[in-house]
């Protein structure tokens, strides 16, 4: 396992935009499913966007059309960029890597500690 950090957070109001960061805290950690959840009050961690290294992208149902996903290799690490933000959008937003590129966040190995995002309407 890996740690990895994320920023990036913060509050917006309904509409506007933010532009999560993960890096991990070992060099050359890469690994080829690399992706973004979230977790609100209440709720169960959910996939919110998942990259491989071949470039194939996964996007949860409810961020489809809003939400971009992204992977510099040469700086190791990964984005995702937040348009159209929604008050249901709020959570806590965590980075993981080691995955099977799913959607399902038990099946990620390294986690970072998370960021929170709030949207206020």
């Known amino acids: 396992q890996v740690p990895l950090v994320e920023s990036g957070g913060g509050s917006v109001q309904a509409g506007g935009s933010l532009r999560l960061t993960c890096a991990a805290s070992?060099?050359?950690?890469?690994?080829?499913?690399m992706g973004w959840f979230r977790q609100a009050p209440w709720k169960e961690r959910e996939g919110v966007a998942t990259?491989?290294?071949?470039?194939?992208?996964t996007y949860g149902d409810s961020v489809k059309g809003r939400f971009t996903i992204s992977r510099d290799y040469a700086e190791n690490t990964l984005y995702l960029q937040m348009n159209s933000l929604k008050p249901e959008d709020t959570a806590m937003y965590y980075c993981?890597?080691?995955?099977?590129?799913?959607?399902?966040?038990?099946?990620?190995?390294?986690w970072g500690q998370g960021t929170q995002v709030t949207v206020s309407s």
């Open positions: 990259a491989d290294s071949d470039g194939m992208i």
């Open positions: 993981a890597g080691g995955g099977d590129c799913s959607l399902v966040p038990l099946m990620y190995k390294s």
């Open positions: 070992t060099y050359g950690y890469s690994p080829y499913c």
